[in-house]
């Protein structure tokens, strides 16, 4: 694992979506079309039926001359719900409310079934999903939401803002403003639960932040290479030897290599079986680190077709399948088709279905050009993937170019706090195997901002369905989320007792 590997180039930088490609309706139809392929899939418990419900949302929450507003869906279930009797002093059916992140929310609902199934009942809760401005149904200006006039008010701060509007909307109408609010969400919007809680304690009484890289911006003491070195080591722990990840870097230099020969870039089209013509290798690239690292997010213990469809611990069976061939470009082809061709039906690999260029009119390339500015880089030496440093020039140039817009690299840092942020009953769970866990809450900061570390655990598999495979430290950590959830409850349940 000591020696490097090739450079690819600045302009090819990747600004990472903790979810690929979830604004994509074609996607998630070709995934639906291929259900039947995937044998080894059981489809867990359905989530309780819901609501799908619309909020006229306002657009611009700091701004009194803009009297512009939206509809803001959100799904609802009162399934479980203790709703309070009229006259209730206390409140004993609490709201969970999930902080949608940058994606359709039904399909959030669909995959968070630890609060949906077992949480909601538990606790007798109203189940709330809200969806993120601008992704999903909910565009504010409908097909010309991504235009660069109309982009401005997509800021994680306006997200924050719908949210506080719409708890407050729905509770007076339910006449249920003494209940207590528990946020809840995952990654980009596990980030928004725990900035909730920090920006609105008054509405927001405590918060799940399941895989909440908050740390993993400028001015904070993350480490910018954390997220490649924890992916590189998901591979390399398949073997005593670490062989997997090696032979993945070694590829790597082959494909650069063979890049820089004449004819070499058809011959990489022919390997890989790419769809069209490869013009630029590093396209190719980009596309092989996304597949790994997805890979790597998504390594549940169970078949699952969270990202794509793929077998369990699906990081030890694409390592198992490099380690029958002896060339390493097949092996790493071998380890690919584990993330992008599964069920064994595609012919040939759309270079453009996961690179940023595709998310476009999703959302996230541009809150990548604003605010969320991760610094993730590689250098080669401790991770598997080719060098890839952090060049702020280079992003404002491709920012400018795409939206017109300047990034504000700081911005999240010191509006929200990194690191050095002031807040209490919040619960961040990092799974081990998460990449994203680099930029996590992993220490225990006062009485209640306590870090749940899951041992084997992938990205927010804590707020997915429980499962028999589950390994010990999710069950665990999941008792340890219900009963904290429950104190802080009940405690915010006395404080907001009707007089």
Not at 15 to 37: D, N
Not at 371 to 395: A, C, K, R, V
Request: aromatic share 12%; with cysteine; proline share 7%.
């Amino acid at each position: 694992m000591g020696f490097g590997i090739n450079s690819i180039d600045a302009k090819s930088m990747r600004y990472r979506s903790p979810y690929p490609y979830y604004g994509s309706k074609e996607v998630r139809q070709r995934k639906e079309a291929q259900q039947h392929l995937f044998k080894e899939f059981k489809q867990p418990p359905p989530p309780p039926p819901y609501q799908e419900l619309y909020y006229m949302q306002t657009l611009d929450h700091f701004n009194f001359q803009n009297k512009g507003t939206f509809a803001q869906r959100y799904l609802y279930s009162d399934v479980y719900w203790n709703r309070p009797s009229k006259g209730d002093q206390i409140c004993t059916g609490p709201i969970l409310f999930y902080t949608g992140n940058e994606g359709d929310i039904t399909l959030f609902y669909e995959n968070t079934q630890f609060v949906t199934n077992v949480l909601a009942k538990e606790m007798n809760a109203l189940i709330l999903f809200a969806e993120h401005r601008y992704y999903g149904s909910t565009l504010p200006f409908g097909n010309n939401s991504f235009i660069p006039e109309n982009l401005g008010y997509m800021t994680s701060e306006q997200a924050l803002a719908d949210y506080a509007q719409l708890i407050q909307s729905v509770l007076a109408e339910l006449d249920a403003e003494n209940c207590p609010v528990i946020a809840v969400g995952g990654s980009y919007g596990g980030m928004l639960t725990a900035w909730m809680r920090m920006k609105y304690p008054n509405i927001i009484d405590a918060g799940l932040a399941a895989s909440a890289p908050i740390n993993l911006f400028l001015g904070t003491d993350a480490d910018p290479e954390g997220f490649n070195k924890i992916a590189t080591q998901d591979f390399a722990q398949t073997s005593q030897d670490g062989s997997c990840a090696t032979r993945i870097r070694n590829a790597f230099n082959d494909i650069l290599s063979i890049a820089k020969q004449t004819g070499g870039l058809a011959q990489l089209t022919e390997t890989f079986s790419l769809c069209h013509p490869l013009t630029d290798v590093n396209d190719l690239v980009n596309w092989i680190e996304a597949g790994i690292t997805y890979m790597a997010m998504a390594d549940y213990p169970y078949p699952a077709n969270f990202l794509e469809p793929m077998p369990g611990y699906p990081v030890n069976v694409s390592c198992q399948r490099l380690a029958a061939t002896t060339d390493d470009i097949q092996g790493l082809l071998a380890v690919v088709g584990v993330y992008f061709n599964y069920t064994g039906v595609t012919t040939c690999y759309d270079l453009n279905v996961t690179t940023t260029s595709s998310l476009g009119n999703d959302g996230w390339d541009y809150q990548a050009c604003t605010e969320m500015i991760m610094p993730i880089t590689s250098d080669g030496i401790n991770d598997m993937f080719p060098p890839q440093p952090f060049d702020l020039s280079d992003l404002v140039a491709q920012c400018v170019s795409a939206w017109d817009t300047t990034p504000a690299p700081n911005w999240i840092t010191t509006y929200y706090g990194g690191s050095n942020f002031v807040a209490t009953n919040i619960i961040f769970s990092n799974g081990v195997l998460d990449p994203w866990r680099a930029g996590g809450i992993l220490q225990q900061m006062g009485d209640s901002i306590i870090p749940i570390i899951i041992e084997g655990g992938a990205h927010h598999l804590d707020l997915r369905m429980p499962d028999p495979a589950d390994p010990p430290s999710v069950i665990e950590a999941r008792e340890i989320e219900t009963k904290l959830l429950t104190m802080w409850t009940k405690e915010a349940a006395i404080k907001k007792m009707r007089k």
